[in-house]
């Protein structure tokens, strides 16, 4: 009986955490805001849905395929893209998956799903 306790508490270590796609991410940095699409079977995308122009050149409100991208233990890793317009903005960008902290160019805070924007604060 204690075996069986035993590998009860010990069974949740032993089991790994698999990540559900698709993972729908938005995305405040700096002035801008994205909804963030990473799926594993199907095409990866990032969109800027507001803020400035200037400081993304070339992300209009179109989707921009992410080609490739990494989850790991601690953190989702976009690495940069070889051509278009996301490769002007993206260098690497990491997602931390414990405080969705989004660091790259420039740092901010990502949510879980896509977060509607429907008032202005001011």
């Known amino acids: 009986m204690k075996k069986l306790l035993a590998l009860l508490l010990l069974s949740p270590l032993l089991v ?3 990540v559900e796609y698709p993972i729908e991410l ?9 909804h963030i699409n990473f799926d594993k079977d199907s095409e990866s995308w990032i969109k800027r849905i507001s803020g400035s122009r ?7 409100s179109e989707k921009l395929v992410i080609r490739k991208f990494k ?5 989702i890793l ?17 997602i ?4 969705l902290g989004f660091y790259g160019v420039r740092d901010g805070q ?12 001011i």
């Open 110 to 121: 990502c949510f879980k799903g896509f977060k509607e924007y429907t008032g202005k604060q």
């Open 16 to 18: 790994s955490e698999e």
């Open 26 to 34: 938005t995305c405040e940095v700096a002035a801008n805001i994205y």
């Open 78 to 94: 976009i690495e940069s893209q070889r051509d278009g317009a996301l490769r002007s903005i993206i260098t690497t960008i990491r």
């Open 96 to 99: 931390n998956r414990y405080t």
């Open 54 to 60: 200037q400081i993304t050149p070339g992300l209009n």
């Open 71 to 75: 989850v790991t233990e601690d953190e």
